[in-house]
């Protein structure tokens, strides 16, 4: 499985970017896929996740309300719309996916089998 991130880029704080990732494989429907981000110096951490048929959605605590998960089955393809970016949303944003894992291990990301390249978000304050 591949995954392609894209959309990062420089925004304002207070503003709104929208990242997606493209799933080469066929069967994209069938995997919990989740968002990580890295900023610099710090650990990788959970952001967002959602299960195969959008029924199941989880964020972390930081960015609830601010930040929502979606994806298009049909397109292999999920998104991650941020609004009322902060300048510590910057980060190097993962998609990652997995066929198995469980809800309770969602934000874990040891879990999860394929992770795409990353893409920069950067918020100025």
């Known amino acids: 499985v591949q995954l392609q991130a894209s959309g990062g880029g420089l925004v304002q704080a207070g503003g709104s970017l929208r990242i997606s990732c493209a799933a080469s494989?066929?069967?994209?429907?069938?995997?919990?896929m989740g968002w990580f981000r890295q900023a610099p110096g710090k650990e990788r951490e959970f952001v967002a996740a959602?299960?195969?048929?959008?029924?199941?959605?989880r964020y972390a605590s930081s960015v609830k309300g601010r930040f929502t998960i979606s994806r298009d089955n049909a397109k292999n393809t999920v998104f991650l719309q941020m609004s009322d970016l902060k300048p510590e949303d910057t980060a190097v944003y993962y998609c990652?996916?997995?066929?198995?894992?469980?809800?309770?291990?969602?934000?874990?990301?040891?879990?999860?089998?394929?992770w795409g390249q990353g893409t920069l978000v950067t918020v100025s304050s």
């Open positions: 990652a996916a997995d066929r198995s894992i469980i809800l309770s291990a969602w934000q874990d990301e040891h879990q999860y089998d394929y």
């Open positions: 959602i299960d195969r048929g959008s029924s199941a959605i």
């Open positions: 494989e066929r069967t994209f429907g069938r995997w919990v």
